[in-house]
């Protein structure tokens, strides 16, 4: 019994012993079921935080700690959910036979949805994502980068993105294998028909032992990023052509006045030997001619913020003035503060200086058409004035006092005549006579005359090229050319001085002719007459060939002494330069064609009185002072005059009597019918009739009837008497 009941107690004690095993079991099943809910808790807290970090964009411990890329992250974060859905499961699992059915299955659910939660994730991210073993072959793509690349699931990635049989050179995913480093590359590849760019950023893949098991692939598709960037490369590209080869100076510049960037186009304008020269340069008083004009132009950019086309005088390193154009725009901070200007500066030297040629020329033809408008009628008043002042003189004795008022209405007369061809001539109006002439001989014959009109005490030179020096020229114009410029130079020198005049020869080529004024290439005759005088400076040499410009005093001089010259030698097909300084005497150098033809005889040795006849002469003038003029003279002279006022009334006279009449004395321009369309009309019924044309209108005008033909007769009024009978004789004897 006893033993029984020992055993009894014993029994109760072991199984009291092995109950108290079965509670210590399953309370340590309980603590290894609680440690497994703690790790798991703690491992979708890890979770959680990658969420967080990756969604939400939070700073955490885990960045201090692991410093991960976001793809290291997705995939961790995909690993750490599949371990702790596998924890819980296993947790589950190990309690063995109480391990339910329906637990089971809960515990399935929700691995699964751990897992469909891991790839959502990853799923949503907008980058593409795969992982690559360590033979390059693809384990693992999210839908992005399916979409992105197609679904290349278990090909080696240098196969399924490039078509190629190896790794790619400068692979990411090797070198993240070879150093353990995230590294990032952009590769372009041709997918389908297009070519498209990628930025790919790979980083590894650690095991728990920190084993590189794998690499991860983010993948952006940055084509169009790369295609801005090469638009944008290529602008800057055609931007910086077009700064360094412009032809116009584009600069930057600070508000104080340095340069911090110019093109070449700058440096070779102001004429320095390098960019980094010029930047030590102060814009303002280097580059201005007056200073004044920069701060100008700043106060008005800084004001507008633009300025277009300020026109403005600048100077080279050298000190030649330069005109230019300026457009420039402030360049400004944040706050609204300028920090310097960029701008365009266009050389318009040659335009400005063609600019001022045709304001000349425009100021010629005005003074040309003045004059063309008065000449006709002046010169039929002075033809009256000298005509008839001459048979005044012819009927007086010489011995009669009135003989000299005579003398000084005539000279007066052929003052105002001269005077009235000269302002022809500067407006190139005036009829020339040009014929073949040796300028050495106008030269020499002249030299007398200028000797006695300069005065003793300024030396004479002449200096003659001892080659042929045969022009066509008005001898008579070319005279008045010397004449004007010795005259010049004589003013220049009130104290005496030297006055050379030099003949030489030149053959110019098509740049060099077109740079002097000159119509054509070829060989020039070129006359230099230089003295020793005050001279002139810039401003004066812009100026002087102005009508009616002039540096002398008020009542020495008109202003038309050059004017004259430059038009007599344009007229001639020529061009006259002046160089000049001051206090160091001027030089005017003029260009003549050369002909080939040898210089006629201008003049007979001894001129012949003027002798009349008893011809029939028709005489048409609508001026009916001038035609009473003219009368006399014939008449007085023997001829027998039949006098029409107008061309209708010449035709008329003719044709009552045509066998009488053997010269025709006809004015260009009459009403009714002009001289031409006269001389025209009668030569039809009389082939062999001779005329003499008279005018007192300009060139041009006369030019337009057609009178200035080789073969017709022409004489300019005012009129000679002694002249017009000479003429008449010539023609009548012809």
């Known amino acids: 019994m006893k033993k029984k009941t020992e055993g009894s107690v014993g029994g109760a004690t072991g199984m009291m012993m092995k109950q108290d095993k079965t509670e210590a079991r399953g309370l340590m099943?309980?603590?290894?079921?609680?440690?497994?809910?703690?790790?798991?808790?703690?491992?979708?807290?890890?979770?959680?935080?990658?969420?967080?970090?990756?969604?939400?964009?939070?700073?955490?411990?885990?960045?201090?700690l692991f410093n991960p890329s976001l793809q290291e992250v997705w995939i961790r974060m995909f690993a750490l959910c599949m371990i702790a859905g596998s924890g819980f499961v296993v947790a589950k699992m190990s309690t063995g036979k109480k391990q339910t059915e329906e637990e089971l299955m809960v515990?399935?659910?929700?691995?699964?949805?751990?897992?469909?939660?891991?790839?959502?994730?990853?799923?949503?991210?907008?980058?593409?994502?795969?992982?690559?073993?360590?033979?390059?072959?693809?384990?693992?793509?999210?839908?992005?980068?399916?979409?992105?690349?197609?679904?290349?699931?278990?090909?080696?990635?240098?196969?399924?993105?490039?078509?190629?049989?190896?790794?790619?050179?400068?692979?990411?995913?090797?070198?993240?294998?070879?150093?353990?480093?995230?590294?990032?590359?952009?590769?372009t590849a041709e997918l389908g028909t297009a070519e498209r760019s990628f930025e790919i950023t790979a980083s590894p893949l650690f095991d728990a032992s920190g084993r590189i098991i794998a690499g991860i692939e983010a993948v952006r598709e940055v084509t169009g990023r790369i295609q801005a960037e090469r638009l944008l490369r290529e602008s800057e590209q055609r931007f910086r052509t077009l700064f360094e080869e412009s032809k116009d100076v584009f600069y930057i510049s600070t508000e104080e006045g340095r340069f911090l960037d110019i093109n070449p186009a700058g440096v070779e304008l102001f004429g320095y030997a390098s960019k980094e020269e010029l930047f030590e340069v102060n814009i303002g008083r280097e580059l201005y001619v007056y200073p004044q004009d920069r701060k100008r132009f700043v106060e008005l950019v800084n004001v507008t913020s633009y300025a277009k086309d300020y026109e403005v005088l600048m100077k080279r390193k050298n000190g030649e003035k330069l005109w230019v154009i300026i457009t420039s725009t402030a360049l400004r901070d944040h706050r609204g503060i300028v920090t310097g200007y960029r701008g365009v500066i266009r050389d318009v030297t040659e335009h400005k200086k063609l600019e001022q040629q045709l304001l000349q020329s425009q100021k010629m033809e005005a003074i040309g058409l003045l004059a063309g408008g008065i000449a006709h009628d002046f010169n039929n008043i002075l033809t009256a004035i000298i005509?008839?002042?001459?048979?005044?003189?012819?009927?007086?004795?010489?011995?009669?006092?009135?003989?000299?008022?005579?003398?000084?209405?005539?000279?007066?007369?052929?003052?105002?005549?001269?005077?009235?061809?000269?302002?022809?001539?500067?407006?190139?109006?005036?009829?020339?006579?040009?014929q073949a002439v040796d300028l050495n001989a106008i030269i020499a014959q002249v030299e007398k005359l200028l000797v006695r009109l300069i005065g003793e005490d300024v030396m004479l030179k002449a200096v003659l090229h001892g080659a042929d020096m045969t022009v066509m020229a008005d001898s008579i114009q070319l005279e008045q050319v010397l004449i004007n410029l010795a005259t010049n130079a004589r003013d220049a020198m009130p104290n005496g001085g030297s006055l050379v005049i030099e003949t030489s020869i030149e053959k110019l080529d098509e740049e060099h002719a077109r740079a002097y004024g000159l119509r054509e290439p070829g060989k020039y005759a070129v006359v230099t007459v230089q003295d020793t005088g005050s001279g002139f400076d810039e401003e004066?040499?812009?100026?002087?060939?102005?009508?009616?410009?002039?540096?002398?005093?008020?009542?020495?001089?008109?202003?038309?002494?050059?004017?004259?010259?430059?038009?007599?030698?344009?007229?001639?097909?020529?061009?006259?330069?002046?160089?000049?300084?001051?206090?160091?005497?001027?030089?005017?150098?003029?260009?003549?064609?050369l002909v080939l033809p040898k210089p006629g005889e201008e003049h007979s040795a001894v001129i012949d009185a003027p002798t009349g006849g008893s011809e029939a002469i028709l005489l048409a003038e609508d001026d009916g002072t001038v035609r009473g003029l003219i009368r006399g003279i014939l008449e007085d002279a023997g001829y027998t005059i039949f006098e029409a006022s107008d061309g209708e009334d010449a035709v008329r006279l003719y044709r009552e009597n045509p066998e009488r009449i053997r010269l025709l004395v006809l004015d260009v321009v009459m009403p009714r019918k002009n001289g031409k369309d006269v001389y025209d009309e009668i030569r039809r019924a009389r082939p062999?009739?001779?005329?003499?044309?008279?005018?007192?209108?300009?060139?041009?005008?006369?030019?337009?009837?057609?009178?200035?033909?080789?073969?017709?007769?022409?004489?300019?009024?005012?009129?000679?008497?002694?002249?017009?009978?000479?003429?008449?004789?010539?023609?009548?004897?012809?």
């Open 107 to 187: 515990a399935r659910t929700r691995m699964q949805d751990n897992k469909a939660w891991s790839e959502g994730i990853l799923d949503a991210v907008a980058d593409g994502v795969s992982i690559q073993g360590q033979d390059y072959r693809i384990l693992y793509q999210n839908k992005v980068h399916r979409t992105m690349l197609g679904d290349h699931l278990g090909k080696f990635c240098y196969e399924a993105y490039e078509q190629r049989s190896s790794i790619c050179t400068d692979c990411p995913v090797a070198r993240t294998f070879a150093d353990g480093g995230v590294h990032t590359e952009v590769r």
């Open 387 to 434: 005509g008839y002042g001459n048979l005044l003189k012819k009927n007086l004795q010489d011995n009669d006092r009135l003989r000299g008022f005579a003398d000084q209405v005539l000279e007066s007369a052929n003052r105002a005549s001269r005077l009235t061809k000269s302002i022809l001539a500067f407006s190139r109006k005036q009829v020339l006579k040009p």
């Open 29 to 64: 099943r309980k603590y290894s079921l609680f440690l497994i809910g703690v790790c798991g808790g703690a491992l979708y807290w890890f979770v959680d935080i990658l969420v967080d970090v990756y969604v939400f964009g939070h700073e955490t411990v885990v960045d201090q």
């Open 540 to 593: 004066t040499e812009a100026r002087i060939f102005e009508p009616f410009f002039t540096t002398k005093e008020a009542g020495k001089g008109t202003g038309l002494g050059l004017s004259i010259v430059h038009g007599i030698i344009n007229q001639h097909g020529g061009s006259i330069m002046a160089d000049s300084k001051p206090g160091a005497g001027t030089k005017f150098n003029f260009y003549l064609p």
């Open 688 to 734: 062999d009739i001779k005329a003499l044309f008279i005018s007192g209108y300009t060139a041009d005008i006369i030019h337009k009837k057609g009178i200035l033909d080789a073969t017709l007769d022409f004489m300019l009024k005012p009129l000679s008497g002694d002249e017009l009978l000479r003429k008449v004789r010539e023609l009548l004897d012809r």
